[in-house]
Protein backbone atom coordinates (compact mmCIF):
# COMPACT_ATOMS: atom_id res chain seq x y z
CA UNK A 1 0.00 0.00 0.00
CA UNK A 2 2.77 2.16 1.25
CA UNK A 3 4.88 1.88 -2.18
CA UNK A 4 1.64 2.18 -4.24
CA UNK A 5 0.71 6.11 -2.56
CA UNK A 6 4.41 6.85 -3.46
CA UNK A 7 3.74 5.79 -6.57
CA UNK A 8 0.69 8.06 -6.62
CA UNK A 9 2.68 11.09 -5.07
CA UNK A 10 5.48 10.72 -7.77
CA UNK A 11 2.89 10.64 -10.58
CA UNK A 12 1.20 13.19 -9.61
CA UNK A 13 3.84 16.18 -9.57
CA UNK A 14 3.58 16.09 -13.70
CA UNK A 15 -0.44 15.61 -14.03
CA UNK A 16 -2.28 18.30 -12.42
CA UNK A 17 -5.72 15.79 -13.28
CA UNK A 18 -3.47 13.20 -12.42
CA UNK A 19 -4.11 10.41 -10.23
CA UNK A 20 -3.35 12.41 -7.25
CA UNK A 21 -6.18 14.58 -7.74
CA UNK A 22 -8.25 11.29 -8.18
CA UNK A 23 -7.03 10.21 -4.65
CA UNK A 24 -6.98 13.47 -3.03
CA UNK A 25 -10.11 14.10 -3.77
CA UNK A 26 -11.54 10.57 -1.97
CA UNK A 27 -10.04 11.87 0.91
CA UNK A 28 -11.27 15.58 0.67
CA UNK A 29 -14.65 14.36 -0.23
CA UNK A 30 -14.57 17.75 -2.89
CA UNK A 31 -11.96 18.51 -5.32
CA UNK A 32 -8.98 20.40 -4.82
CA UNK A 33 -8.18 23.67 -6.35
CA UNK A 34 -4.44 24.26 -6.32
CA UNK A 35 -2.37 21.17 -6.10
CA UNK A 36 1.15 22.47 -4.85
CA UNK A 37 -0.61 23.26 -1.97
CA UNK A 38 -1.32 19.73 -1.31
CA UNK A 39 2.03 18.81 -2.11
CA UNK A 40 3.67 21.01 -0.05
CA UNK A 41 1.47 19.32 3.01
CA UNK A 42 3.18 16.12 2.14
CA UNK A 43 7.11 17.36 1.60
CA UNK A 44 8.87 16.32 4.89
CA UNK A 45 12.05 18.44 5.38
CA UNK A 46 14.18 16.09 4.65
CA UNK A 47 13.87 16.65 1.20
CA UNK A 48 15.41 20.08 1.44
CA UNK A 49 12.97 21.42 -1.29
CA UNK A 50 12.65 25.63 -1.28
CA UNK A 51 10.24 27.87 -3.34
CA UNK A 52 11.95 30.76 -5.41
CA UNK A 53 12.74 33.14 -2.77
CA UNK A 54 14.50 30.25 -0.63
CA UNK A 55 11.71 29.76 1.74
CA UNK A 56 11.46 26.02 2.81
CA UNK A 57 8.76 23.81 1.32
CA UNK A 58 7.83 20.96 3.87
CA UNK A 59 4.13 21.03 6.12
CA UNK A 60 5.26 21.87 9.00
CA UNK A 61 3.92 25.64 8.51
CA UNK A 62 0.87 24.36 7.21
CA UNK A 63 0.59 21.92 10.25
CA UNK A 64 0.53 24.76 12.39
CA UNK A 65 -2.01 26.49 10.38
CA UNK A 66 -4.12 23.41 10.30
CA UNK A 67 -4.14 22.99 14.18
CA UNK A 68 -5.62 26.64 14.59
CA UNK A 69 -8.02 25.60 11.93
CA UNK A 70 -9.37 22.16 13.61
CA UNK A 71 -9.32 23.80 16.93
CA UNK A 72 -11.57 26.61 15.67
CA UNK A 73 -14.13 24.03 14.19
CA UNK A 74 -14.14 22.14 16.91
CA UNK A 75 -14.45 24.82 19.33
CA UNK A 76 -17.48 25.91 17.52
CA UNK A 77 -19.32 22.50 17.48
CA UNK A 78 -18.88 21.83 20.92
CA UNK A 79 -19.84 25.63 21.74
CA UNK A 80 -23.32 24.84 19.92
CA UNK A 81 -23.99 20.96 20.93
CA UNK A 82 -23.43 21.88 24.45
CA UNK A 83 -24.95 24.91 25.86
CA UNK A 84 -24.40 24.09 29.67
CA UNK A 85 -20.84 23.21 29.15
CA UNK A 86 -18.57 25.98 30.90
CA UNK A 87 -15.58 26.87 29.56
CA UNK A 88 -13.67 24.45 31.45
CA UNK A 89 -15.83 21.81 30.45
CA UNK A 90 -15.56 23.17 26.53
CA UNK A 91 -11.58 22.78 27.51
CA UNK A 92 -11.00 19.53 28.46
CA UNK A 93 -13.69 18.09 26.01
CA UNK A 94 -11.72 19.69 23.10
CA UNK A 95 -8.83 18.56 24.52
CA UNK A 96 -10.13 14.95 23.80
CA UNK A 97 -11.15 15.35 20.59
CA UNK A 98 -7.75 17.00 18.99
CA UNK A 99 -5.03 15.27 21.43
CA UNK A 100 -2.12 13.81 19.64
CA UNK A 101 -3.11 10.06 20.11
CA UNK A 102 -6.47 10.77 18.56
CA UNK A 103 -4.69 12.52 15.36
CA UNK A 104 -2.10 10.50 14.88
CA UNK A 105 -5.51 7.37 14.64
CA UNK A 106 -7.52 9.75 11.98
CA UNK A 107 -3.75 10.14 10.17
CA UNK A 108 -3.30 6.01 9.82
CA UNK A 109 -7.00 5.72 8.87
CA UNK A 110 -6.63 8.07 6.06
CA UNK A 111 -3.34 6.40 5.05
CA UNK A 112 -1.52 9.68 4.56
CA UNK A 113 1.86 8.52 5.50
CA UNK A 114 2.18 6.95 1.84
CA UNK A 115 1.55 9.79 0.13
CA UNK A 116 4.73 11.85 2.17
CA UNK A 117 7.73 13.12 -0.31
CA UNK A 118 10.92 12.26 2.22
CA UNK A 119 14.50 11.09 1.96
CA UNK A 120 14.24 9.51 5.10
CA UNK A 121 12.07 5.90 4.36
CA UNK A 122 8.89 6.33 6.02
CA UNK A 123 9.91 3.64 8.74
CA UNK A 124 12.46 6.23 10.56
CA UNK A 125 9.06 8.70 11.16
CA UNK A 126 8.11 8.55 15.03
CA UNK A 127 4.41 7.88 15.67
CA UNK A 128 3.45 11.48 15.51
CA UNK A 129 3.71 11.61 12.11
CA UNK A 130 0.38 10.71 11.31
CA UNK A 131 -1.39 13.32 13.00
CA UNK A 132 1.04 16.26 11.86
CA UNK A 133 0.49 15.28 8.26
CA UNK A 134 -3.47 15.14 8.75
CA UNK A 135 -3.03 19.26 10.23
CA UNK A 136 -0.96 19.95 7.36
CA UNK A 137 -3.64 18.67 5.41
CA UNK A 138 -6.47 20.65 6.99
CA UNK A 139 -4.07 23.20 6.76
CA UNK A 140 -3.75 23.19 3.13
CA UNK A 141 -7.82 22.52 2.87
CA UNK A 142 -8.04 26.51 4.64
CA UNK A 143 -5.42 28.05 2.05
CA UNK A 144 -6.80 26.33 -0.82
CA UNK A 145 -10.53 26.75 -0.15
CA UNK A 146 -11.03 28.48 2.74
CA UNK A 147 -12.98 28.17 5.73
CA UNK A 148 -16.06 26.15 4.56
CA UNK A 149 -14.40 23.41 3.26
CA UNK A 150 -12.25 23.36 6.21
CA UNK A 151 -15.23 23.21 8.37
CA UNK A 152 -16.97 20.13 6.11
CA UNK A 153 -13.88 17.93 6.04
CA UNK A 154 -13.54 18.32 9.84
CA UNK A 155 -17.11 17.37 10.01
CA UNK A 156 -16.70 14.72 7.81
CA UNK A 157 -13.39 13.14 8.83
CA UNK A 158 -13.62 13.54 12.22
CA UNK A 159 -16.83 14.91 13.82
CA UNK A 160 -19.38 12.50 12.44
CA UNK A 161 -17.18 9.45 12.63
CA UNK A 162 -15.54 10.45 15.80
CA UNK A 163 -17.41 13.19 18.26
CA UNK A 164 -19.52 10.95 20.42
CA UNK A 165 -20.15 13.65 23.90
CA UNK A 166 -21.01 10.92 26.24
CA UNK A 167 -17.78 8.40 25.74
CA UNK A 168 -15.39 11.71 25.00
CA UNK A 169 -17.13 13.06 29.11
CA UNK A 170 -15.43 9.51 30.22
CA UNK A 171 -12.12 9.18 28.44
CA UNK A 172 -9.22 10.28 29.87
CA UNK A 173 -6.26 11.61 28.20
CA UNK A 174 -3.22 12.27 30.58
CA UNK A 175 -3.64 10.32 33.54
CA UNK A 176 -0.52 12.12 34.71
CA UNK A 177 -2.95 14.85 34.45
CA UNK A 178 -5.75 13.66 36.31
CA UNK A 179 -3.10 12.20 39.04
CA UNK A 180 -1.66 15.42 39.74
CA UNK A 181 -4.79 17.20 40.17
CA UNK A 182 -6.44 14.92 42.41
CA UNK A 183 -3.05 15.15 44.75
CA UNK A 184 -3.32 18.84 44.84
CA UNK A 185 -7.13 18.71 45.56
CA UNK A 186 -6.33 16.31 48.18
CA UNK A 187 -3.11 18.33 49.46
CA UNK A 188 -1.02 14.77 48.86
CA UNK A 189 2.86 14.72 48.49
CA UNK A 190 3.98 13.22 45.08
CA UNK A 191 6.81 12.55 43.27
CA UNK A 192 8.16 11.09 39.77
CA UNK A 193 11.80 9.40 40.39
CA UNK A 194 12.82 8.82 36.54
CA UNK A 195 15.96 6.96 36.20
CA UNK A 196 18.00 5.13 32.59
CA UNK A 197 16.82 1.51 33.05
CA UNK A 198 18.54 -0.63 30.45
CA UNK A 199 19.92 -3.71 32.09
CA UNK A 200 17.24 -6.47 30.47
CA UNK A 201 17.53 -6.18 26.48
CA UNK A 202 20.32 -3.32 26.40
CA UNK A 203 17.36 -0.81 24.72
CA UNK A 204 17.88 2.69 25.96
CA UNK A 205 14.52 2.18 28.54
CA UNK A 206 13.53 4.27 31.38
CA UNK A 207 12.19 3.22 34.81
CA UNK A 208 9.74 5.16 36.87
CA UNK A 209 8.88 5.26 40.31
CA UNK A 210 5.87 7.02 41.40
CA UNK A 211 5.44 8.29 45.27
CA UNK A 212 2.39 9.59 46.69
CA UNK A 213 3.07 10.64 50.19
CA UNK A 214 6.58 9.15 50.34
CA UNK A 215 5.05 6.04 49.75
CA UNK A 216 5.90 4.06 46.00
CA UNK A 217 2.77 3.23 44.76
CA UNK A 218 3.08 1.97 40.85
CA UNK A 219 6.57 1.52 38.75
CA UNK A 220 6.62 1.33 34.75
CA UNK A 221 9.25 1.30 31.88
CA UNK A 222 8.84 2.55 28.64
CA UNK A 223 11.00 3.99 26.30
CA UNK A 224 10.83 7.70 27.01
CA UNK A 225 10.62 9.24 30.57
CA UNK A 226 7.17 11.25 29.36
CA UNK A 227 5.67 7.48 28.38
CA UNK A 228 6.94 5.99 31.59
CA UNK A 229 5.51 8.90 33.27
CA UNK A 230 2.28 7.98 31.94
CA UNK A 231 2.16 4.50 32.14
CA UNK A 232 3.38 4.51 36.02
CA UNK A 233 0.45 7.60 36.46
CA UNK A 234 -1.86 4.69 34.52
CA UNK A 235 -1.51 2.28 37.22
CA UNK A 236 -1.67 4.68 40.34
CA UNK A 237 -5.54 5.77 38.64
CA UNK A 238 -6.64 2.21 38.77
CA UNK A 239 -4.85 1.33 42.33
CA UNK A 240 -6.78 4.84 43.50
CA UNK A 241 -9.75 4.95 41.09
CA UNK A 242 -12.66 4.71 43.83
CA UNK A 243 -11.23 7.56 45.66
CA UNK A 244 -10.29 9.86 42.72
CA UNK A 245 -13.62 9.31 40.98
CA UNK A 246 -15.73 9.94 43.85
CA UNK A 247 -14.12 13.31 44.14
Known sequence: MKKIFQKIFKNSRSQQGGIFFTELEKILGFKPNDLSIYH?????????KTDEKGNPINYERL?????????????????????????????KMRSKIV??????????????IGFIDSKVPTS????????????AL????????????????INRRVIVPYVDIPKLEGKVISYKSLLIEWCQ??????????????????????GVKLSIDKK????????????????ASQRAYFAFQNKIDNK
Open 40 to 48: RAFTHRSAN
Open 63 to 91: EFLGDAMLSSVIAAHLFNEVPHGDEGYLT
Open 99 to 112: SREHLNELGRDLNL
Open 124 to 135: HFGENIHGNVFE
Open 138 to 153: IGAIYLDLGYGFCEQF
Open 185 to 206: KEKKSFYYDVYEDNAITGERLF
Open 216 to 231: IVSKARATSKKKAEEK
